[in-house]
């Protein structure tokens, strides 16, 4: 039993930041379709966003303007709670998942409540949009505290700068050594680059086919993930779980 349960923990950490990509690419395709050009995982995005809307038309939404601040309190506050549950010995990765699960639910709710036709400056709207920009901030703070030697799931371009540099070395590098790394590396890279990819295209299609009803397509992935990590984790040791928590680059 103790092994099936290890062997489920190692499948579940294999597949989540896979799992996770997906739900930025979604949930920011969501946002940008649904709530007037907002980023809410590519969130330095946002500044184009704003300086186009500015010299163009003189102002911006306000969810794009609020944006960046929001994107960073909420990063302070994830820290602040991973801290208290540090201090319990709690691993953070189930809690941060459940709270990411809570807030896209908040955002799927405030979306369907500023309707189809939706005016980017309600306040339905607005805190939407606010409530997608926290539920990526958690998921970018959960990457950075929970997972760490994984790359990045809701921001691609260094991904993808990494994962080509690397396939180049792979064909051009001259120490074996080097050579090794690099394909390592595009083995940890590819899920992340192909999952946001999957995650855009599943957000796009939702949106032409649900309206405001499609950010319960990212809610759903996002309770598999919180649900699929309470199961993984069940009958393993406290220290096991802690150390699976922290680590997946040895997977």
Same mark, same amino acid.
């Not at 405030?110 to 606010?130: E, I, P, Y």
């Not at 790394?181 to 890279?189: E, F, G, Q």
């Given at each position: 039993? &103790?092994?099936?349960? =290890? %062997? +489920?923990?190692?499948?579940?950490?294999?597949?989540?930041?896979?799992?996770?990509?997906?739900?930025?690419?979604?949930? #920011? *395709?969501?946002?940008?379709?649904?709530?007037?050009?907002?980023? *809410?995982?590519?969130?330095?995005?946002?500044?184009?966003?704003? /300086?186009?809307?500015?010299?163009? =038309?003189?102002?911006? @939404?306000?969810?794009?303007?609020?944006?960046?601040?929001?994107?960073?309190?909420?990063?302070?506050?994830?820290? %602040?709670?991973?801290?208290?549950?540090?201090?319990? #010995?709690?691993?953070?990765?189930? @809690?941060?998942?459940?709270?990411?699960?809570?807030?896209?639910?908040?955002?799927?709710?405030?979306?369907?409540?500023?309707?189809?036709?939706?005016?980017?400056?309600?306040?339905?709207?607005?805190?939407?949009?606010?409530?997608?920009?926290?539920? %990526?901030?958690?998921?970018?703070?959960?990457?950075?505290?929970?997972?760490?030697?994984?790359?990045?799931?809701?921001?691609?371009?260094?991904?993808?700068?990494?994962?080509?540099?690397?396939?180049? &070395? %792979?064909?051009?590098?001259?120490?074996?050594?080097?050579?090794?790394?690099?394909?390592?590396?595009?083995?940890?890279?590819?899920?992340?680059?192909?999952?946001?990819?999957?995650?855009?295209?599943?957000?796009?299609? /939702? &949106?032409?086919?649900?309206?405001?009803?499609?950010?319960?397509?990212?809610?759903? +992935?996002?309770?598999?993930?919180?649900?699929?990590?309470?199961? /993984?984790?069940?009958?393993?040791? /406290?220290?096991? =779980? =802690?150390?699976?928590?922290?680590?997946?680059?040895?997977?």
């Amino acid at each position: 039993m &103790e092994a099936g349960a =290890r %062997m +489920l923990n190692s499948l579940f950490r294999k597949a989540l930041p896979g799992l996770l990509a997906i739900i930025a690419g979604s949930t #920011d *395709t969501i946002g940008f379709l649904g709530l007037g050009g907002l980023f *809410t995982a590519h969130i330095t995005g946002n500044f184009v966003v704003l /300086s186009a809307y500015a010299l163009d =038309r003189g102002h911006a @939404p306000l969810a794009v303007i609020l944006s960046v601040p929001v994107f960073m309190v909420v990063l302070v506050v994830t820290r %602040m709670l991973t801290a208290a549950l540090e201090s319990f #010995d709690v691993s953070s990765l189930q @809690p941060l998942l459940v709270l990411q699960s809570l807030l896209l639910a908040g955002f799927l709710a405030l979306r369907v409540t500023a309707g189809a036709h939706v005016d980017v400056d309600s306040a339905a709207a607005v805190l939407a949009g606010m409530f997608g920009v926290a539920a %990526m901030a958690v998921q970018n703070a959960l990457v950075q505290i929970s997972l760490k030697g994984i790359a990045a799931t809701a921001v691609m371009t260094t991904n993808v700068t990494r994962f080509t540099l690397d396939l180049a &070395e %792979m064909l051009v590098g001259r120490d074996a050594d080097g050579r090794l790394k690099a394909r390592r590396a595009v083995n940890h890279l590819w899920p992340q680059i192909v999952g946001f990819v999957v995650g855009c295209g599943i957000g796009a299609a /939702s &949106e032409a086919a649900f309206g405001d009803w499609s950010a319960a397509v990212p809610v759903t +992935l996002a309770v598999l993930a919180a649900a699929l990590s309470f199961n /993984s984790m069940r009958g393993a040791d /406290s220290p096991d =779980r =802690r150390a699976s928590a922290t680590s997946v680059a040895a997977q």
